[in-house]
Nanobody
Framework: QGQLVESGGGLVQVGGSMRLSCAAS????????IGWFRQVPGRQREGVSC??????YEEDSVKGRFTISRDNSKNTAYLQMTDLRPEDTGTYYC?????????????????????WGKGTLVTVSS
């Protein structure tokens, strides 16, 4: 099975920006839907943004602030985050799904994802 490795997390101030990367090895992201999920202690992992081909979905709280993208030539997906807020704090995971219906459904069902990275922590300080 392939691997996913997230990077780019860290500490950022409110209103700042950050770009997360998800590098895949062992398989091609061309054929998969990709999702970014966030988890905070005591809460379930939730979908933040998902992409398949040119179709994207963003959760309401990040619309207009976060942008998901992919570079198939680098086999890497990205999550560009702007205007960061304290509530964006959490561990961000990327995941892939090979048999999906819609990007919105993919983001709503993290348990259906096929493979996960280990996550990268994002902390937004006020």
């Amino acid at each position: 099975q392939g691997q996913l490795v997230e990077s780019g997390g860290g500490l950022v101030q409110v209103g700042g920006s950050m770009r997360l990367s998800c590098a895949a090895s062992g398989y091609s992201l061309d054929y998969y839907g990709i999702g970014w999920f966030r988890q905070v202690p005591g809460r379930q992992r939730e979908g933040v943004s998902c992409i398949f081909g040119s179709e994207t979905y963003e959760e309401d709280s990040v619309k207009g602030r976060f942008t998901i993208s992919r570079d198939n030539s680098k086999n890497t997906a990205y999550l560009q985050m702007t205007d960061l807020r304290p509530e964006d704090t959490g561990t961000y995971y990327c995941a892939v799904q090979g048999d999906m219906t819609t990007v919105e459904a993919m983001c709503a069902t993290p348990y259906a994802m096929d493979n996960w990275g280990k996550g990268t922590l994002v902390t937004v300080s006020s």
